[in-house]
């Protein structure tokens, strides 16, 4: 067999074990970190429920510059709502609050429209423990195959993850009281 050969036929091999391993890749994802935090739910939850408070703490808007936010439908609650529009890291898309549950739960529909095309689900949550607040911020939704494919050489729990920890990290420096 001649070495041209060879080299297609590894690559062929290659490329269909990326396949198969994108393949038998789960297609639902969850992102999720969490944070301790010295403040109470009433503290916290305005944050997490009022689209413009929870701008001020989520960590996208000092990622992209270019970033450009309006925001819709009531200030807080079941309806408020945050779209952004770049042309840099952010694309466009928008956050909308599809269930409020006072001082324990907010869960968004995000949808991105630019660099690609999807949704998720984003939700916060608040537990009470132990005299602190812990506060959640999970992100779950579908994989295409590109995307699973791409996974393999990506790791959006790390990257997505680092992010939620940069923005919670904030949102407990605006929450807490100052000593």
Same mark, same amino acid.
Request: proline share 4%; net charge positive; hydrophobic share 40%.
């Given at each position: 067999? %001649?070495?041209?050969? +060879?080299?297609?036929?590894?690559? @062929? ?15 639902? *994802?969850?992102?999720?970190? +969490?944070?301790?935090?010295? #403040?109470? #739910? ?7 429920? =009022?689209?413009?408070?929870?701008? %001020? @703490?989520?960590? @996208? ?9 309006? *925001? ?13 529009? /770049? ?20 869960? /968004? +529909?995000?949808? *991105? ?16 423990? =132990? ?14 195959? !590109?995307?699973?494919?791409? /996974? ?9 993850? /680092? ?7 904030? !949102? ?8």
């Amino acid at each position: 067999m %001649s070495t041209k050969k +060879k080299i297609l036929l590894a690559l @062929w091999a290659v490329m269909t074990a990326l396949v198969l391993v994108a393949g038998f890749k789960p297609a639902e *994802y969850t992102i999720s970190r +969490k944070i301790e935090i010295k #403040a109470s #739910a009433e503290q916290i939850f305005p944050f997490l429920n =009022h689209s413009q408070k929870a701008n %001020s @703490w989520m960590p @996208w808007t000092e990622s992209d510059p270019q970033l450009q936010m309006s *925001y819709d439908g009531p200030e807080e609650g079941v309806g408020s709502k945050a779209s952004w529009k /770049s042309s840099g890291k952010m694309g466009v898309g928008s956050s909308e609050v599809i269930e409020s549950v006072p001082l324990k739960l907010v869960r /968004s +529909k995000l949808t *991105y429209l630019e660099p690609m095309n999807m949704e998720q689900e984003a939700t916060t949550t608040i537990e009470n423990a =132990h005299g602190l607040t812990i506060v959640t911020w999970s992100v779950t939704g579908k994989n295409s195959f !590109l995307g699973r494919l791409a /996974s393999i050489f990506i790791n959006m729990d790390q990257i997505v993850g /680092s992010e939620f920890e940069k923005g919670l990290v904030k !949102l407990k420096s605006i929450v807490e009281p100052k000593n």
